[in-house]
């Protein structure tokens, strides 16, 4: 053997080994319990799919997935029109867009639990405060304590925090854009929005589709920021499907059951990441 396969197999087989070890086998470790009704210590008997099975008639379970689809249609939705703006606005040539790229994707760089932290002292403290200085009776109340009105705070925090990462592909994806294209249908009489619409839109598809894919998938498994802001109150209004594996899994010895409710929970987001691929897959223009 030589040399030189001889370090390649040195320095991916540890990284092999390593994956099996924290991904690949608590996979499967998963999988086997969520056949069982293994409370997260103790003795446990295999129950087959009883599990599955009642998953379909939990209303909490079923509550977490209504509320974790609404949060990430939503925000998916809110994130990549405002992405997509920023995209083009700091693509154009303004004074000082290089700064600009760095300020906005500050963000990013934060945890989702310390950006969380910092926006429920700014909810339950800061905007109350300037609620009751303005005579404001709506926003003298935090809104993370309506049961109602929760959720669109968790919102607000996970989309500030997430833009920044999909504007940088969409100024990739403007990037890759010939400007011969727009000085050719400039001539033509082609304004802006008609450019955007039949050039611009088109030629960055792919990235639309990667940004599309990646958000829902992102926000289909949101859990640092609901922890950090709400904890899945208040009553559960904002509880994710992740904090609910997490809560009842871990405290609430549910492990077997949550355990199925994660290899289902696995299971949608990989249909939901297909079907999004192949549906906007059709848009795709190669240039």
């Not at 499967?28 to 003795?43: A, C, E, H, P």
């Not at 109340?141 to 925090?157: E, P, Q």
């Not at 077997?256 to 297909?274: D, K, M, R, T």
Request: proline share 3%; aromatic share 16%.
């Amino acid at each position: 053997m030589k040399k030189r396969d001889m370090f390649f197999l040195g320095t991916v087989i540890p990284m092999i080994v390593v994956f099996f070890l924290f991904h690949t086998f608590p996979l499967l470790k998963g999988v086997m319990y969520s056949f069982t009704n293994f409370r997260g210590f103790g003795d446990f008997d295999f129950v087959g799919l009883m599990n599955f099975k009642d998953l379909f008639t939990d209303s909490r379970v079923l509550n977490s997935y209504m509320f974790t689809f609404k949060f990430a249609i939503v925000t998916t939705i809110i994130v990549n029109i405002i992405s997509l703006a920023l995209a083009l606005a700091l693509n154009s040539k303004i004074k000082f867009k290089t700064t600009l790229r760095g300020l906005y994707f500050l963000p990013n760089i934060l945890g989702g639990l310390i950006v969380g932290y910092i926006f429920n002292y700014i909810f339950t403290f800061i905007i109350p405060k300037l609620g009751e200085v303005m005579g404001s009776e709506v926003l003298s109340k935090s809104i993370l304590g309506s049961t109602s009105l929760a959720w669109i705070g968790v919102v607000i925090v996970v989309a500030w925090q997430s833009i920044a990462f999909n504007t940088i592909i969409y100024i990739s994806g403007l990037q890759t854009i010939p400007d011969d294209v727009y000085e050719a249908s400039g001539i033509d009489g082609a304004g802006k929005w008609l450019q955007f619409r039949k050039i611009t839109f088109p030629l960055i598809a792919p990235f639309f589709t990667i940004n599309m894919v990646l958000c829902m998938k992102n926000f289909l498994m949101v859990f640092d920021q609901i922890m950090s802001l709400t904890g899945g109150g208040p009553a559960q209004s904002t509880e994710s499907i992740s904090m609910l594996i997490y809560k009842a899994g871990f405290g609430g010895s549910q492990f077997g059951y949550q355990s199925a409710n994660s290899v289902v929970y696995f299971i949608v987001i990989v249909a939901i990441s297909l079907f999004q691929i192949k549906i906007l897959e059709k848009r795709e223009v190669q240039l």
